[in-house]
């Protein structure tokens, strides 16, 4: 079979439109443009990091400008008829589509099973099983409740200091007997039973064969690539290589991943329907965590970009910052910004600027419009 041979600009301008760039943002982002961002993503990666704004908003923004962050947060944790997302483990803790629930079903019965999880949480799979039921059980009769509401948790603070209430909670939560009905003020974690949040239409749908889950699960993180590596295809919904490799092979077979050649990668697969535009304009500030960039060696190579996020490392050891935002313009990483959200002062503080080699000499221009644009959309001056 011959396989076609994709240059390396012709891949990142399938990436970047299959992640919805270089299309006209809309002048006033409504929430049908927010779910259809979403639906094309397939999730937005929730992290505890506050410095600028919490990470599950950023993508979006990217992507459309000033949209309405309530928007976002009435489909994750507004009211039953609005509500449209769901909190899950899939690339890490995440807002999907419900209809994504059902293909995630296999790994949360692998954690009811004790299959899956941290270790010491795979525990209240067996032996300590009691002491998660009777949690569940207390949300049941008592409605909705956080870690905190539980006399065993007093005493616990901040988010990785968990209690053994916490990691029993998280487990079920993990095996799908709860999920996150809302978040508290502190972004704290608020559970309810699974059935009292995601539709029953959608808890009704046939649970689909393990085969069946993992091509759905490839297929979307195909659409979400555009073009990738097996690797890259299954590190989008963490994976295994024995889950992803018969569902890639199974595309492949449907016609629906097509194998091609793309110089200094490995066998890479383009999705059927991926677009090839002939240029990208965009423009954006991307999050650590956007799905664009997260997977750091296809960033990498991609865009010659070596991205490493800095929070965990010493002060003094730091190359960029605390929180650096890579700057996309066209279809090139020209230059990365150290931000920080000053709430106190209303500033969107711009601790460092380090521009790429060959950046665009209009680069400074164009960061000042997009910083401009973002500190507007978080009310910072």
């Known amino acids: ?38 639906e094309r993503l397939n999730l937005h990666q929730i ?29 994750a944790w507004g009211p039953k008829r609005q509500r449209k997302l769901f909190e899950y483990w899939a690339h890490e803790a995440s807002l999907l589509p419900f209809d994504t629930q059902p293909l995630l079903r296999w790994r949360m019965a ?27 059980d207390r949300i049941r009769a008592e409605g909705p409740l956080a870690a905190s509401d539980f006399e065993s948790h007093k005493g616990q603070s901040g988010w990785w200091e968990w209690s053994d209430t916490k990691r029993a909670l998280e487990w079920l939560f993990w095996a799908g007997h709860i999920t996150t009905a809302t978040r508290r003020g502190s972004f704290e974690r608020v559970y309810d ?6 539709p029953a239409e959608v808890l009704a749908r046939p649970t689909p064969s393990d085969a069946a889950a993992h091509r759905g699960l490839i297929e979307r993180a195909a659409a979400a690539h555009g073009i990738a ?39 890479a697969w383009l999705h059927r329907d991926a677009r090839q535009p002939r240029r990208i304009d965009a423009q954006a500030l991307l999050a650590p965590f956007d799905p664009l960039i997260w997977e750091r060696d296809r960033a990498e190579r991609l865009f010659g970009f070596r991205y490493r996020i800095e929070i965990y490392v010493p002060g003094e050891k730091r190359q960029y910052g605390y929180y650096v935002l890579p700057f996309l313009l066209g279809d090139r990483l020209v230059a990365r910004v ?14 460092s600027t380090h521009l790429e080699p060959g950046a665009p000499g209009h680069t400074q221009e164009a960061l000042r419009a997009e910083l401009d644009r973002m500190a507007q959309w978080l009310g910072l001056g």
């Open 47 to 75: 992290d505890s990091v506050n410095v600028l704004a919490r990470a599950h908003y950023l993508p979006a923004f990217s992507r459309l400008g000033g949209y309405d962050r309530g928007d976002l947060d009435r489909l």
């Open 338 to 351: 150290d931000l920080k959200a000053d709430r106190q002062a209303r500033r969107l503080i711009v601790q």
């Open 110 to 136: 692998k954690a009811d099973r004790g299959e899956t999880g941290w270790g010491r949480m795979r525990l209240y799979a067996t032996e300590r099983r009691a002491e998660p039921m009777a949690l569940l």
């Open 193 to 198: 039973l699974t059935e009292r949040v995601i």
């Open 1 to 38: 079979m011959t396989v076609e041979r994709i240059g390396l600009p012709l891949a990142r301008r399938i990436a970047l439109a299959a992640q919805g760039f270089g299309v006209k943002r809309p002048e006033l982002p409504t929430a049908a443009h927010l779910r259809r961002t979403i």
């Open 229 to 267: 590596t097996e690797g890259e295809l299954r590190d989008y919904f963490r994976q295994s290589p024995a889950e992803a490799r018969p569902a890639i092979e199974a595309l492949a077979e449907e016609g629906i991943l097509i194998p091609v050649s793309v110089p200094g990668w490995r066998q």
